[in-house]
Nanobody, 115 residues
């Protein structure tokens, strides 16, 4: 059974940092392209950052230069380092594992940026 478990969310002041983690089980993690998505209240789900099996990365324009995606295949873990957080980064963040047409989702972790 595939499981993706996100953690690391919380309440942070503008300008602060958080590090999200997503631990995968039930899959051969290194075979999967991994992506962080987010969904803010009343808005569509959007891609935040992605990393391929080969380590290539891609970022949404809104987070370039502030967020860093990485993976540790030995630990079956995906990370998202978020710096210089803004109120508009407030959302539920989800990790996604994709291999071919197969997608797996975590349950999400809430990130709230507010003073």
């Amino acid at each position: 059974q595939v499981q993706l478990v996100e953690s690391g969310g919380g309440l942070v002041q503008p300008g602060g940092s958080l590090r999200l983690s997503c631990v995968a089980s039930g899959i051969i993690f290194s075979w999967y392209d991994m992506t962080w998505y987010r969904q803010a209240p009343g808005k569509q789900c959007e891609l935040v950052a992605a990393i391929t099996t080969g380590g290539s990365t891609n970022y949404a324009d809104a987070v370039k230069g502030r967020f860093t995606i990485s993976r540790d295949n030995a630990k079956n873990t995906l990370y998202l380092q978020m710096n210089s957080l803004k109120p508009e980064d407030t959302a539920v963040y989800y990790c996604n594992a994709r291999a071919g047409s197969t997608h797996n989702w975590g349950q999400g972790t809430q990130v709230t940026v507010s003073s």
